[in-house]
């Protein structure tokens, strides 16, 4: 069997293209949906990562601010300016990118942005949004790991999915979003013990742990779905994920690449955090 890919570089322009038709839809109400990211330091990968952030929202239409600040900038200052863009009514988003600086409290640091504008999901409110069921705003990897479901039209409900890796944003929401959509969801983690007879029982497979050729063929029921989130550098220098990717589809119905797999679906989906929180605040 050869799995069917799960295209994320085609699902996310298809993305971008409707969120670049409702942020224009916005703009002609007056709204300019508007994201401020704030990075602090000079962390390499970061630096790259912001900046396509800023491209991908200025490609959609919408507006993006970069703030950069030195590695040795005060907790206090960073908590003052993400307070002042709480207060600002024409920033509709505000992201902090990770990681910071040792001197900083991370977590404290995300408590600090307004629920409303918190659109990478991560401050306390978003994940007992995602817990409830309330309105919130949904991390974007996992988001957009269920929306590749959703575009190859895969009924969750009853299902078993499992989930590789149990961080706070990656792991554990994915669980819950696949729980809400009714699957029956195992997650598991460092200490799990045979891994494989655990996902040999599973009808979708996320793995988000870090770790290349965690997933391999025999570990994988036939014609399940395999979402790969994990990004891994090979002794070549290619990026790869946690899926041994030649092996399993072979054995999988569905299967995602790394490259072109879940990363350019994180970053189409904060694109849709940053244009619903504008349309939110529109209402
Ligand atoms: P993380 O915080 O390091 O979490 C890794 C998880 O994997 C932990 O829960 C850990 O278990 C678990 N784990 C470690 N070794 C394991 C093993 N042998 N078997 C089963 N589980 C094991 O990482 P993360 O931030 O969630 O990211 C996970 C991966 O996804 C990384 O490769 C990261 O680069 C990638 N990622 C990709 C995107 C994207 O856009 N494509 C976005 C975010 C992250 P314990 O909890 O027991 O330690």
Not at 62 to 80: F, N, Q, S
Not at 253 to 277: D, K, Q, S
Request: proline content about 5%; charged content about 20%.
């Amino acid at each position: 069997m050869t799995a069917q890919l799960i295209d994320g570089n085609a699902l996310a322009k298809t993305i971008r293209t409707e969120v670049a038709g409702r942020t224009a839809a916005l703009k002609a109400r007056g709204v300019n949906p508007a994201l401020s990211i704030i990075l602090v330091g000079e962390d390499p990968a970061s630096q790259v990562y912001t900046k396509h952030k800023v491209n991908d929202s200025t490609q959609t239409g919408l507006e993006a601010t970069l703030e950069t600040y030195p590695a040795d900038m005060t907790e206090a200052d960073l908590l003052a300016r993400i307070r002042a863009l709480n207060d600002d009514p024409k920033v509709h988003g505000i992201l902090v990118q990770l990681p910071l600086p040792k001197h900083m409290d991370s977590q404290k640091v995300i408590e600090t942005i307004s629920p409303t504008k918190d659109v990478d999901g991560f401050h306390v409110a978003s994940a007992g949004a995602l817990m409830t069921g309330a309105p919130g705003f949904w991390p974007c990897t996992p988001h957009g790991c269920m929306k590749m479901l959703e575009a190859i039209g895969y009924d969750l409900r009853g299902k078993h999915a499992v989930v590789i890796g149990r961080s706070n944003i990656v792991g554990k929401p994915m669980a819950m979003m696949l729980l809400a959509k009714s699957a029956t969801v195992t997650i598991c983690h460092s200490a799990t013990q045979d891994l494989g007879a655990i996902t040999r029982q599973a009808d979708v497979v996320v793995a988000a742990v870090g770790k290349l050729n965690l997933l391999t063929a025999d570990m994988v029921k036939p014609g399940a779905v395999v979402i790969d989130v994990g990004m891994n550098r090979k002794a070549d220098g290619k990026l790869a994920g946690d899926v041994d990717f030649d092996g399993v589809k072979e054995v999988a119905g569905w299967i995602t690449p790394v490259p072109g797999g879940v990363g350019p679906m994180t970053r189409a989906m904060l694109l849709v955090n940053t244009l619903e929180a504008a349309e939110r605040a529109a209402k």
